[in-house]
């Protein structure tokens, strides 16, 4: 079943950019929507993903990016009736 979904990135260490980025490519099936902004002084980037696929498909992308230093995430997910 899939579902609808959206993830906020909070990226507090620039030095993971990359490696956040490259994840992100990785799940690029699923993302519908993405956006990213710089916050504070430029210190800290937020980036905002709307998502639909399977539990399995978001888990593994908020799971692998949820395991990366200096990066904080915060998930919520829908189910979609169609």
């Known amino acids: 079943m899939e579902r609808i ?8 260490d620039k ?9 992100i ?6 993302i ?3 956006q990213g ?5 430029a210190s800290h980037g937020l980036i ?4 639909k696929g399977s539990m399995d498909s978001i888990g593994g992308l908020t799971g ?6 200096g990066i904080n995430i915060k998930s919520v997910v829908l189910k979609s009736d169609k």
Do not use: A, H
């Not at 979904?5 to 507090?12: R, S």
């Not at 030095?15 to 994840?23: A, C, R, W």
């Not at 902004?37 to 002084?41: A, C, K, Q, S, V």
């Open 32 to 34: 519908i929507g993405r």
């Open 25 to 30: 490519s990785k799940y690029s099936d699923i």
């Open 15 to 23: 030095e993971q950019v990359e490696l956040v980025n490259s994840i």
């Open 48 to 51: 905002s993903l709307v998502l």
């Open 64 to 69: 692998k990016l949820g395991n990366i230093s």
């Open 37 to 41: 902004i710089r916050l504070f002084d």
């Open 5 to 12: 979904g959206t993830v906020l990135i909070l990226i507090e």
